[in-house]
């Protein structure tokens, strides 16, 4: 198991778009992949309806926390991703 705290950084948090980008990263890789934010919500990131129940803000951090075969390159991915802006 792997983990890694990453800053939200595109400017309207996880909304509908950006919570796709986020479950069509994860989707590719075999591993479970979640996050959990500063209220100890947890969310599975290969799930749109529980990234946006997070209900995560600009500027928050959260935890991506990858567990299986492929997690090293899954957590590489997504963390990549986050600090990207997720697309926008």
Not at 46 to 60: D, H, N, R, T, W
Not at 73 to 80: G, M, T, W
């Amino acid at each position: 198991m792997v983990s890694k705290k990453v800053k939200i950084a595109n400017a309207t948090g996880l909304h509908l778009r950006p919570a796709g980008v986020l479950c069509e990263t994860a989707m590719k890789y075999k591993s479970k992949i979640c996050f959990n934010t500063d209220n100890h919500y947890e969310a599975n990131a290969k799930s749109v309806l529980s990234v946006l129940g997070a209900c995560v803000k600009s500027g928050e951090e959260i935890v991506i926390t990858c567990e299986g075969e492929d997690e090293e390159e899954a957590l590489e991915d997504i963390v990549s991703s986050i600090e990207g802006g997720l697309g926008e």
